[in-house]
């Protein structure tokens, strides 16, 4: 049993530094138990990039409003010093369960989902067919991912009705010198200014009262310079439960009335035509993304009808759309760890309000989950803090049972990671980086001498930032 008496702190290692973990690690730096002097704590924090914050920084659109908001909280938490960070370090990798069980009394998993959700039809496997979630991490700078995108299709379409399918359309969508304002690394500006891009289409399932995506990021789609918006009359049908969702939810009926206020607008005579068209579709469902030679031609569409209950069926209406490429985003999906089981229908670690079970259902004592790889890639920012709020709470109560590490001094699991030449980053380090990215961004000149002010360059590769992190 965890040794929780005076003589030591208990020792926690929570991997994944994105919101959920750093929520973890401040919700029990904040518990009545360890404010009340009942327990001590120390905590280590470890992710495989080499800087923190997780998908907030690599699974983010650069020009969501929200980043900033969002990140400097985390900064603040991490930023007191009662938490130590160890960037560039990959569990299973680097470390193991067994290296983590020696050295800490209880274990955290917040490592999110970072993967790409099935879209089961044919042509998916075509050349010009990506997943939104790679392309997030592309124009994100993520270290893993490669530099290049093939940005070469002038029409294109986007399946999900998302907040990732509308920051996937609005990025690709959007004239690439209107990013520069964002942390967005050079060679995302450079695929992007060099798209040929004039159409791009979002398709969703259900009706315009079933979207999943919420009045923000709808009306972010608008603020796209000379970039226009596109609706279709015949995809504007609502059923009773459509009607009964706008009366009695306030966010259904701002987004419904955003949707029909654009339509009508539409027909404005005084417009002047933009140069890129961004298409709203609903009642579609892909049937078969159609190809030539190999590569991406066009896409097959079902339409739907709403049946009386929000839901839709089919109608034997098929529509052909001339396409050059598609991005799937209907969802992520976690990824299986080493020594861990894995529900892999749901991608999440099969848990019991956090707590960690085996494959026959037994908890696994000193194992708890929170997050994204809790209970899937659903909510937002305020149902990570809620799940973070559980796990801790369930950690708490195991408390006097929990395993006892073998090597609970701080400084053992530096002495470990040293010892393998692992080259591990820290919260001193992030801040140099941060600074570096900044300068980069403060004494960024344009090619074409343009006038641009930026708070950051993203730096992208991963020795770069190791190397700037330990200067």
């Known amino acids: 049993m965890a040794n929780l008496n005076a003589t030591r702190p208990l020792r926690v290692a929570i991997v994944g530094s994105g919101p959920a973990g750093v929520y973890a690690a401040d919700i029990l730096t904040k518990s009545q138990e360890v404010a009340g002097g009942d327990v001590q704590v120390s905590i280590d924090l470890f992710e495989s990039q080499p800087a923190p914050y997780g998908l907030i920084r690599y699974g983010v659109a650069p020009d969501h409003p929200r980043i900033k908001g969002i990140m400097n909280a985390l900064h603040k938490v991490l930023d007191r010093g009662d938490i130590r960070f160890f960037g560039n370090v990959t569990y299973g990798l680097d470390v193991t369960l067994a290296d983590l069980r020696s050295h800490y009394d209880a274990i955290i998993f917040a490592t999110g989902a970072t993967k790409d959700a099935v879209l089961d039809i044919p042509g998916m496997d075509l050349e010009g067919s990506y997943g939104g979630a790679d392309f997030v991490s592309w124009y994100d700078g993520h270290p893993d991912v490669s530099r290049e995108w093939p940005l070469i299709a002038k029409e294109i379409a986007v399946i999900g009705n998302g907040n990732v399918a509308l920051d996937v359309a609005r990025v690709l969508s959007k004239h690439a010198d209107d990013l520069l304002v964002t942390e967005i690394p050079d060679n995302v500006y450079a695929g992007l200014k060099s798209s040929p891009v004039t159409d791009v289409h979002i398709f969703g399932r259900r009706g315009p009262a079933q979207v999943k995506f919420t009045p923000l990021e709808l009306r972010e789609l608008s603020h796209s310079r000379d970039v226009d918006i596109v609706l279709y009359e015949e995809d504007f049908d609502f059923d009773e439960a459509s009607d009964a969702a706008i009366k009695s939810n306030n966010q259904v009926k701002i987004m419904v009335n955003t949707l029909t206020n654009w339509l009508a607008e539409e027909h404005d005579p005084t417009r ?200």
Request: glycine content about 12%; aromatic content about 6%; hydrophobic content about 35%.
């Open 272 to 471: 002047v035509p933009a140069s890129r068209r961004l298409h709203l579709h609903f009642l579609h469902t892909p049937v078969e993304v159609l190809g030539t030679d190999g590569k991406v031609s066009g896409i097959k569409f079902e339409r739907n009808e709403l049946d009386g209950t929000g839901n839709v069926r089919g109608t034997c209406e098929f529509i052909d759309y001339p396409v050059q490429a598609v991005y799937r985003a209907v969802g992520y999906l976690g990824s299986e760890l080493p020594e861990v089981d894995f529900d892999s229908r749901r991608g999440v670690i099969p848990n019991d309000g956090g707590r960690v079970l085996a494959s026959d259902g037994t908890q696994v004592p000193g194992l708890y989950a929170t997050g994204w790889i809790k209970r899937g890639p659903v909510g937002l920012i305020g149902s990570t803090k809620g799940d973070a709020l559980e796990t801790i709470g369930c950690l708490l109560e195991d408390r006097l049972g929990l395993p006892t590490a073998e090597l609970p001094d701080e400084a053992a699991i530096v002495n470990l990671l040293e010892s393998r030449g692992i080259e591990f980053t820290t919260w001193e380090g992030w801040n140099k980086l941060d600074a570096h990215e900044k300068q980069l961004g403060a004494s960024y000149v344009h090619a074409d001498g343009l006038e641009v002010t930026r708070e950051r360059v993203k730096v992208v590769d991963r020795e770069q930032m190791v190397n700037i992190s330990k200067k």
